[in-house]
């Protein structure tokens, strides 16, 4: 569709999209005048941001970076989550090829996001090279280990001006091929090697599956510990996938105390997560027993997004394309957690209702243009435990931004909204409603505000099962209505 089709613009499906998905939910608050719709921004446009998107699996080829590279600067992600793929990039022994990430690479750079590259996985060529796949083994024999040493040494000297972030290997704690120390050791082996060639490089450890369970990483960081490496670890990126996006959030703060434990200088990133898109009976991946849609879908991005940014995590977030894994993988068909649709050639079929949101979350929530609020500065009113609520303050305007949503089941397809009462900062004299699933930008009419106690109080706003922004009107960028 990029190539052949795409006359009709990103904006003009965004209306098509929320026209079929109205009638659903969202429909915007009774009596709210709407003024316009939320803008996102270009990557390009974006000096920095903690927001990264998932570009895995063009190792294997189970998307194609070529039919969505379009779809990546518009998304206003500032970086791009690449697997190098060493099976690929050495069909012969002896022999490096490129080509294929050297595109990928210039062209993600080219429209504003930076890449970071992580080392993965096996390669069979060799006896003892490991498997080409997600819970694959690990390189072992000594003709392979040099193999793999020369692969990581020749891409970090390629590459060592274009990329500062590298990754060692996807959830390794996956299977019971690899255990805590084995991997540990190949960590060490790897990161060396990076450091070596690339002093300032940025050192990715784990890529975590079981976010639960902490053994392995206990495993992982005591022989860094015995070895005196700790030093070789920057950031511990962990996954998971809980059907509640919010309910993740104990589990990190107790994988943040292990890690600390050992080097609280060490950042924790989620490194991937996402929801499918499709009902469980065609779809493969983590969630597949659960029937999604679209809408459910976006509703889960805009949770996870800006439940992370709210707690200062950053975040990259499962996947940008639809991914077609085949046989001989950790499974086979299509896992649906794309921001976008494909047909079965693995070309872009649309954008879905998911891409938006998370155009609009990552163009508004950066550095360039926010400033998150300490916790006791967030909002005068109590709320039910059943509510997240986040502040930041607009840098342009200097008033409160806040998100607010209900975060009690995981996203459904339909969902009453809560009523509650929000009193106003004294700052935000124009109050306006943004729905970050529609884009719609709602004026708060001045019926809804009254006076209580000397404050002005917001009643009965509508607090769905995913974001909502109340905010001024000045801080928010809106395309008007026409």
Known sequence: ????????????????????????????????????SMKGK??????????????????RDYADYHSYKEYLGELGAKRIRFQAGWAKCERVKGQHDFTWLDDMIDDALSRGVHPWVEFSYGNPIYEGGGEPKLG????????????WDAW?????????????????????????????????????????????VQPNARLLALGYAGVSNTAFLTEFFE????????????????????????ALYPTIDKLKSVVHGYASRIKLMQGENGCPSTPSSISVGALRQLDWTELSQAKYVARRLLGDYGRGIET?????????????????????????????????????????????????FTADEVDRLESAEVIPTALPESISVFGYQHKATRTPVYS?????????????????????????KNPVYVDLISGNVYQVPKEAIIEMDGKRTIKNIQVPDYPILIADRSAIPYQACR
């Open 404 to 428: 607010i949503w209900n975060h009690e089941g995981r996203p459904l397809e339909s969902f009453v909204p809560a009523l509650q009462d929000i009193v106003l900062a004294d700052q935000v």
């Open 42 to 59: 270009k990557s390009s446009e974006i000096k920095s941001s903690t927001w990264s998107i998932g570009g895995e699996t063009l190792d």
């Open 152 to 196: 990581v040494t020749a891409l970090v000297s390629r590459n060592k001006d274009k990329v500062i972030e590298w990754e060692v290997w996807n959830e390794p704690d996956l299977t019971a091929k690899i255990t805590g120390k084995s991997y540990a050791d190949f960590y060490i082996r790897t990161a060396e090697l990076v450091r070596k």
């Open 316 to 364: 990259n977030l499962f996947t940008l394309s639809d991914l077609h894994y085949e046989k001989g993988d950790h499974f086979a068909g299509v896992n649906s957690k794309g921001l976008l649709k494909t047909h079965e050639d693995k070309t872009i079929d649309r954008p879905k209702i998911g891409y938006f949101t998370a155009q609009r979350i990552m163009g508004f």
């Open 223 to 246: 022989v860094l510990k015995a070895q005196g490496k700790l030093d070789l670890v920057d950031v511990v990126t962990f996954h998971g996938y809980p059907s509640n996006p919010d």
């Open 1 to 36: 569709m990029i190539q052949t089709k795409r006359k009709i613009s990103l904006g003009m499906l965004m209306v098509f999209i929320t026209s079929v998905m109205y009638g659903q939910h969202p429909v915007g608050p009774a009596g709210y005048e709407l003024l316009g």
């Open 136 to 147: 694959g083994a690990l390189p072992s024999s000594d003709e392979a280990l040099k193999a």
